[in-house]
């Protein structure tokens, strides 16, 4: 059965920084595609980031060059690392990734919270 445990949430102040990961246990495979989206009550789910196993990566308008997206692969775990954080940063994030077999894992959610 496979898992992915997210960590790396927690309350931060205005121009602050948080790194979240995203650990994979169990059989997944071979992973094709890793993403971090959040996710606000009233508004529509955001793509913020995402890599591929050839480490092409994507960010949304919203958070390029603050936020910075990398992958272990040997240890299937995905990071963000995110600077400068805005209160409108303020959000559940998830992680999920793609395998190879078509199947997608999601993460619990951690929830970010950008507030002095």
């Known amino acids: 059965q496979v898992q992915l445990v997210e960590s790396g949430g927690g309350l931060v102040q205005p121009g602050g920084s948080l790194r979240l990961s995203c650990a994979a246990s169990g059989s997944i495979g071979s992973i094709r595609n890793m993403v971090w989206i959040r996710q606000t009550p009233g508004k529509a789910r955001e793509v913020v980031a995402s890599?591929?196993?050839?480490?092409?990566?994507y960010y949304a308008d919203s958070v390029k060059g603050r936020f910075t997206i990398s992958s272990d692969n040997t240890q299937n775990t995905l990071y963000l690392q995110m600077t400068s954080l805005k209160p409108e940063d303020t959000a559940v994030y998830y992680c999920y990734m793609d395998s190879d077999s078509q199947s997608r894992y999601w993460g619990q959610g951690t929830q970010v919270t950008v507030s002095s």
């Open positions: 890599i591929t196993y050839g480490r092409s990566t």
